[in-house]
């Protein structure tokens, strides 16, 4: 059974930075594409960014891009997520997700099959 674990969140001021890992166990991540989700009390899931199972692939929401770079290490079984210039509005409960198989949509996190349980990043203005 494959378990995820997130890490890496924390209190950071506009813009500043900060990594997420999320940690993987239990089976090797070799086969999953990993998304990266984020939600806030009240809020809409949102799909952050996603990376294929071969890391050949890497998708972003519109509001990340060119701020955030998503990567993996297959030979650690972690995935990255790397977030600079953060925003007051980037502040949410961050979680990784597994997805069985090559594919990577950000909009069907149903099919993302393993989540671990979050880890919070708070951005102060």
């Known amino acids: 059974q494959l378990q995820l674990v997130e890490s890496g969140g924390g209190l950071v001021q506009s813009g500043g930075s900060l990594r997420l890992s999320c940690a993987a166990s239990?089976?090797?991540?070799?086969?999953?594409?990993i998304g990266w989700f984020r939600r806030a009390p009240g809020k809409e899931r949102e799909g952050v960014s996603c990376?294929?199972?071969?890391?050949?692939?890497?998708d972003y929401a519109d509001s990340v891009k060119g701020r955030f770079t998503i990567s993996r290490d297959n030979a650690k079984n972690t995935v990255y997520l790397q977030m600079v210039s953060l925003k007051a509005e980037d502040t949410d409960v961050y979680y990784c997700?597994?997805?069985?198989?090559?594919?990577?949509?950000?909009?069907?996190?149903?099919?993302?099959?393993?989540w671990g349980r979050g880890t919070q990043v708070t951005v102060s203005s």
């Open positions: 997700a597994a997805d069985y198989g090559s594919g990577c949509d950000l909009t069907k996190p149903i099919a993302f099959d393993y």
């Open positions: 239990g089976s090797t991540l070799d086969y999953y594409a």
């Open positions: 990376i294929t199972s071969l890391g050949g692939s890497t």
